[in-house]
């Protein structure tokens, strides 16, 4: 063997030696820079090792020149924003809640934050678009068990509903059936007369008549004489088109025989008061606030 | 000779230097200088576009106050461009898409019709070679002083040469990377902060970075820019025809080639005197008489150094010439150019241009200075107030093209007792009135509430109506209005 592979006549270049069915493979050389990109690639690499973090040891790392960390560069990118949101945050707090509705900076500001500190701490139970679900208010509506204006919806949320805060709402709706308060045969009536509140059909008259006697005696107290509801116990308004656990009559037979206690958490120990006054206003802006 | 004892053997390394080559060298082209019409035309070229590239980013256009008075800029800040009378917004990008397709389809027409004028004339990369290629011939001098300077070993007087070149490269790349950043911010405002330090490190990092790419583009890696890194070569074969005008070598003209003296006779041969002219100059480093290759970049020099050696010994100029592929096997060498430019293809590319270009007229004529965008909550889908009417939000986009603050009503039709209120607002206030400042985007949330019975179905279609309170413009948008299963 004279040449290691044969050359090929036109071009000028070796073959790879490889023949399938009479076609051969041509062995062109690669272009120089494209061995100086693979060389400068390599030494670009050194030199990123020198500088940057990269090589594991048994408990640490080599740090590198520059001492970049992914996790220093997080906390300065938090910090840098915290320090971005100080002045918005400041005002939150030091302007009146009902003020910064007309600041539209501060305004939008809490808007935005409100937002996203609801999907965090209070979507699990209202639903991500606050719509609520049977037992968890809707908050896009327009009725409110403790109040709707924004200093209303800024205690609730500070200091919850039944929660273990002392300051705390609060408001029961007592187990009428198991603490024997009335009888199954009274709660039908009862029943049926809160269906009779709101229009429904198909109701039985006479049942409505006696039902009425005893919402007098034993709810009227809370939910008002005209059924209306009171705010000072979040007793709600059962004249109205919006039910909290459901309209139907087994489940009013039900939270009439066994009670409701839902609890809201008190928040005030677990977020700052500027998260606070954005969720406020974040939930006063989604239609039914007053 | 060979000692006999001492046997010869017939044998050749293996691994030889010279097969062993992985990786090719460059070889260098020092093109030699042309003159003719076609260099000249070059020249002309070169300046004109150049004076656009710089002069351009300098162009004033007035368009009132709180509006930059640049005529081309891209305001990567403010998220506008500018093009003279034209002001396109972020999602108007369309218009570049459009721009984009006009620039491809004359591409193809030209291509179709000339050859590859693109890459031989206007090409950035073609007119700052042959710029870089212009200072080197300044510098070293023309192709036989740059081949003897190069073989020549390094001496001041080299050194100094090769100082110069690379040095004004690098000025030219400079002032190309400079010009470049004009055409993002305001050009007399950027160019002071350029000298001052005061500019953006981005206008900086710009320039160094294109100063970087000019230089080894123009100065370095020059013809392989266009054979290895450019796709438009390879596609140059679907653009091109038979019937397409590029630069051609009249074989049937030419060949038998040969060296000639003069006052021989010209029977019984080609007029190719293989002087190798053409391929001296060709700035390519190919030879035009193998026919249209893919290196070829149709700057026609060769032409121009070909007619000036046919008029040195009196044959007719146009061996090497615009011609068509079909052209080339006519041997007559007073032979008139037939081209056929009106051919299906060049028509139905025709035809594509039109259509793009008069829709972008149109669009661009039809631009509306005030849109709406409205987009309805879907969560929650709707809402049921105490009263059983049913409510939906929506948040509405009111863009405000124009120069000045503009006041906008909003109202909404389409259902029987529907009432309609801005957040805040409350359901009593009517008042919607929403006030855009000049040049941007006003988001407001809206809700329409409407009683149960007025829906017919689950889903109901009212329109949004925003009137310009100055003008009396108005825009409508047709959304929906959900409510409970029916």
Redesign the interface.
Known sequence: M???FEKDEISGT?TTGHEWDGIKELDT???????WTMYATIIWSIGYWIVMPAWPLVSSYTAGMIGYSSRASLENVMSEAAAAHATDRAALVTTELSEI?SDQQTYQYALRGGKSAFAVNCSQCH?????GAPGFP?L????WLWGGSVDSIYETIKYGIRSDHDDTRLGDMPAFLDDELLEPAQINDVAEYVLSLSQQPDLDAEAVTRGKEVFAAECASCHGENAKGLREFGAP?LT???WFYGGDKETIVRTISKGRANVMPAWVDRLDDATIRQLTLYVH?L??GE | MADSAVENIDVQPVNKKENRALFEKRKKIQPKKARGDFRRLKWIIMAVTLAIYYITPWIRWDRGEGAPDQAVLVDLARERFYFFFIEIWPQEVYYITGLLIIGAISLFLVTALFGRAWCGYSCPQTVWTDLFIFVERLVEGDRNARLRLDKAPMTASKLGKRVLKHGIWIVIGVLTGGAWVFYFADAPTLFRDLFTFNAALIAYSSIAVLTATTYVFGGLMREQVCTYMCPWPRIQGAMVGDETLTVTYHGARGEPRGPHKKGETWENRGHCIDCNQCVAVCPMGIDIRDGLQMECITCALCIDACNDVMDKIDLPRGLISYDTYAGQFDANPNKKLKVRFVRPRTIAYSLILALVAAIMLFTLLNRSILELNVIRDRNPLFVTLSDGSIRNGYTVKILNKTHDTRRYRITAEGLKGMQSWLQLDGPQDHDLVVIVPEDSVSSVKMFLSAPADSLSSKTEDVDVIVTDLDTGQVEVQTTSFKGPDK
């Not at chain 1, 050389?29 to 061995?35: E, G, H, K, N, S």
């Not at chain 1, 639903?127 to 719509?131: I, K, L, V």
């Not at chain 1, 896009?140 to 009725?143: A, C, L, Q, R, T």
Request: a negative charge.
């Open positions: 004279t040449e290691k070796q050389p690669m272009p120089r820079w494209w061995l509705q639903g991500s678009g606050a719509q809707n896009n509506d327009d009725e308004n109205d088109a919006i802006s239609g039914g």
